[in-house]
């Protein structure tokens, strides 16, 4: 497994941009898919978008089609959610997650494990 740290949340205005960026521990990171979910509060815990293992897939939810961008970088074990113009109901806390395989098949918060704690992003109106 792998241990998460997300950075990159805050106050933005609608339309503003956000960059989060999620940094990894260990070894075995590239051969993991990544995903990005939010939590809304109230809310279950929602699949943004993910990446397989290599980067050369993307998935992502109907809602942030063609606003987010997610993309990974292996030799830095990092994996990155771009987000641009932004919306007040993209207000959540938003959490880096590994999937149990190198493409994701899956959108549930069960198949990913070693989750990060999480950072906020808040979308004023």
């Known amino acids: 497994q792998v241990q998460l740290v997300e950075s990159g949340g805050g106050l933005v205005q609608a339309g503003g941009s956000l960059r989060l960026s999620c940094a990894a521990s260990?070894?075995?990171?590239?051969?993991?898919?990544m995903g990005w979910f939010r939590q809304a509060p109230g809310k279950e815990r929602e699949f943004v978008a993910g990446i397989s293992w290599s980067g050369g897939s993307t998935y992502y939810t109907d809602s942030v089609k063609g606003r987010f961008t997610i993309s990974r970088d292996n030799a830095k074990n990092t994996v990155n959610l771009q987000m641009n113009s932004l919306k007040p109901e993209d207000t959540a806390v938003y959490f880096c997650?590994?999937?149990?395989?190198?493409?994701?098949?899956?959108?549930?918060?069960?198949?990913?494990?070693?989750w990060g704690q999480g950072t906020q992003v808040t979308v004023s109106s």
């Open positions: 997650a590994a999937y149990r395989g190198s493409v994701i098949y899956s959108r549930r918060p069960a198949d990913f494990h070693s």
């Open positions: 260990g070894r075995t990171f590239s051969t993991y898919a």
